[in-house]
């Protein structure tokens, strides 16, 4: 353990001005994530929608060992990326920021959107300290999608915005509903809608709030980006990964709603342990299909990365130095605000 701190110390010694800055900033940007994993740690126990964001820091850890393994083959943001990338996200943490205390002042730091905003904040403290951890001069990590799957997580394992989840909500139920009763009349089962209560005529089933599938909708998706991250490099294998981790998540949903229609039917009463077992069974279901999915797209073969480019001395000794300026600045603005 002593030499393996030794040899970590001489590396951190090491570092050229660059890298400094980069290591300050992922700092920030880490402990910006911890405060904002025990903000949001409550909400996560309470709210069985956002379960999955006990998960969203190992996710962050295993996205940014990913981004770093396939560092050495990119050529890394060059100054003009990162001044631009730069100035863009400092600008978004601000306007966040101030938004966020704004609701928080008004509301509580415990409100729904006070917490959504909380979240946009530590997103783009993450993808300020990635914008200097991918730079020519750095290299830790490559630009790229994977840093992008992190920073979903990150806004995914949010409460989402009252009006925005009613929607949805909404809108997922009464395509639940919907489609139930067309099913059931298609197989000669009389079922008559009445909003999102379907009537049977000995009993009737209603298509809850927890039924209309959220949960298992934004888990897949999330899954799926996370795997496509971590298992696939090509851009069409990731696109059809997460282009089905959606529709199965409604399929799924959509047959377990109609399983336990049809159980009420037959007089079993489904509230409790029929409803939530077969919630967890259905989404358990759900995202043992996507892994299957995404290690049968995996490339079979490793993809060469080939020798790390030499990067020109100036870029490294003058083309960081605006960008990294921007982000520290921001990155400490934003820790004094809050």
Not at 129 to 158: D, E, F, K, Y
Not at 174 to 186: D, K
Not at 324 to 337: E, I, N, Q, R
């Amino acid at each position: 353990m002593a030499i393996d701190l030794q040899s970590m110390t001489a590396r951190v010694r090491a570092w050229a001005p660059a890298e400094w800055a980069a290591g300050m900033a992922c700092a920030l940007a880490g402990a910006g994530l911890l405060v904002w994993a025990v903000r949001l740690w409550s909400e996560w126990e309470k709210n069985p929608d956002l379960s999955h964001g006990f998960l969203a820091l190992p996710a962050v850890v295993l996205l940014w060992q990913r981004a770093r393994e396939h560092a050495a083959g990119g050529r890394g943001l060059g100054a003009g990326w990162q001044t631009g990338l730069a100035a863009v996200g400092g600008a978004g943490l601000c306007v966040a920021s101030l938004f966020a205390t704004v609701y928080a002042v008004a509301m509580d730091w415990s409100a729904v959107p006070t917490l959504f905003l909380l979240s946009a904040v530590a997103a783009t403290a993450m993808a300020l300290a990635a914008v200097l951890a991918a730079g020519r001069a750095v290299r830790w990590i490559r630009p790229g999608w994977t840093v992008l799957v992190m920073l979903a997580v990150v806004l995914l394992s949010a409460p989402l915005p009252p009006a925005t989840y009613a929607r949805l909500t909404m809108g997922l139920q009464e395509m639940i509903t919907v489609g139930v009763v067309e099913t059931l009349r298609l197989f000669g089962v009389p079922a008559l809608r009445m909003g999102n209560v379907i009537n049977l005529g000995t009993t009737s089933v209603g298509v809850e709030e927890a039924c209309s599938g959220v949960r298992s909708l934004v888990s897949c998706v999330l899954a799926g980006l996370v795997l496509s991250a971590l298992l696939l490099r090509s851009p069409w294998r990731r696109a059809v990964l997460v282009g089905l981790a959606a529709p199965l998540a409604l399929l799924t949903n959509f047959a377990r709603s109609l399983t336990l229609t049809l159980l009420a039917r037959n007089g079993v009463d489904i509230a409790g342990a029929w409803h939530d077992g077969l919630g967890y069974a259905v989404l358990g279901a759900t995202t043992c299909l996507l892994g299957a999915l995404a290690f049968g797209l995996e490339e079979k073969t490793p993809v060469a990365t080939g020798a790390p480019p030499v990067s020109d001395d100036g870029v490294r000794l003058r083309g960081w130095r605006l960008a990294s300026s921007t982000v520290l600045a921001c990155l400490a603005l934003a820790a004094g605000w809050f």
